[in-house]
């Protein structure tokens, strides 16, 4: 086969193989979505429960996505869970910003909801925020449930008796 | 006294026949080690010429593609059948996108592209190679101080390894296209669902960037395999056939394994 031919089917084969890669990349994988690790800033959360919350997922202000989590431990002295969050460098917050774990749905993945306060200063790369709200854990809520229930019945008995 | 001698004489046969498998094993795979050292060694002399390179490129990408899109795009749109199937069952339709999504750009993509590569590209290279050893245009080259590795298996090889990844892109890609065929416009789960969801769940560092290593790694071990088979097989019709074949069985058995190895590495601790 002819030269020439064979370059231009190689050219058309090699560019058709990187846009395939780029539409992965922007078009399934949304990478403009996705941090690098140069242009984020780090601060740090504890919880007393992070519930079902994972490495990687998103923290998000009024629904926007603004950051990942990007590593979660145990602190063996205070026995709570410390997240590291890294957070947008193009999205600045107040120091007083509260963290909330919050659940997508019912049934959904759980996230980092951030509720900015009215700080004059914000929060810088190492930075400890010192309002957060711990994951719901669906037991501990029915069983608080059930015992108000309980209670009220006994009470309302009570009430009936008194009668 | 003979029935003993007679024992001994099985055993001792049977001995000597497990070891002359294990050391005619070892021995091979000393042998493949050392012809890949050497393709790897020469490769600078093989992209000297690097014409040579972009007509194998031709030779195994471009003349793959025709059965890398269309199954990419069955393998999709039997994904998003089936995805759809089970995903109604929850309520969860609009989670088709992300299904088909990730298990194209993580797992099918690179294995089934690599498979398929395997059965078109690799059998074709392990036959040239095998046949221009056995008319002896091999030991020709090296009469008139051409090296053969250099100028025949060099070129092929790296014509595999650039083709590999360029081809499971775009098989994913249209299988993501062919699942949107399937469940957008034919059945009718919400455009904009299908999309934000994919687009929410599929991360390009964690799991597109991991889908090209795995189809480059894959293409590493079949052009290594294909051309290996090709230089070493016995110069007959029979032998050239039979290198053919091993060609793809161990390629299959090397993606497959690769890829558990490789995924157990990349996506677990999450």
Redo the contacts between chains.
Sequence with gaps: ?N?TI??M??G???V???G??L???L?????S??FNVSDTYSVYADFENIGGL???APVKSAGVVVGRVANIQLNSQTYKARAELAIDKRYQFPADTSAAILTAGLLGEQYIGFDAGGDVENLKQGSVLQITQSAIVLEKLISQFLYNKAAEGGSSDKAAEAK | MVWGARVLKALASGFSHIGRSVVEGTWRLGYASRFLALVLLRSGLSFGRFSLVVRKVYFSGVQSLIIILVSGLFVGMVLGLQGYETLVRYGSAEALGTLVALSLVRELGPVVAALLFASRAGSAITAEIGLMKATEQLSAMEVMAVDPIARVVGPHFWGAVISMPLLAAMFSAIGVFGGYLIGVVLIGVDDGAFWSQMQAAVDFRHDVMNGIIKSAVFGFAVAAIATFEGYDAPPTAEGVSGATTRTVVTSALAILALDFVLTSFMFTGQ
């Excluded at chain 1, 078009?27 to 990478?31: D, L, S, T």
Aim: proline share 0%; glycine share 8%; net charge positive.
């Design positions: 086969m030269r064979v370059d089917w190689v058309i084969f090699v058709a193989g990187l395939a890669i539409l992965l990349a078009r399934v994988g949304n990478a979505a996705t994972k490495v990687r």
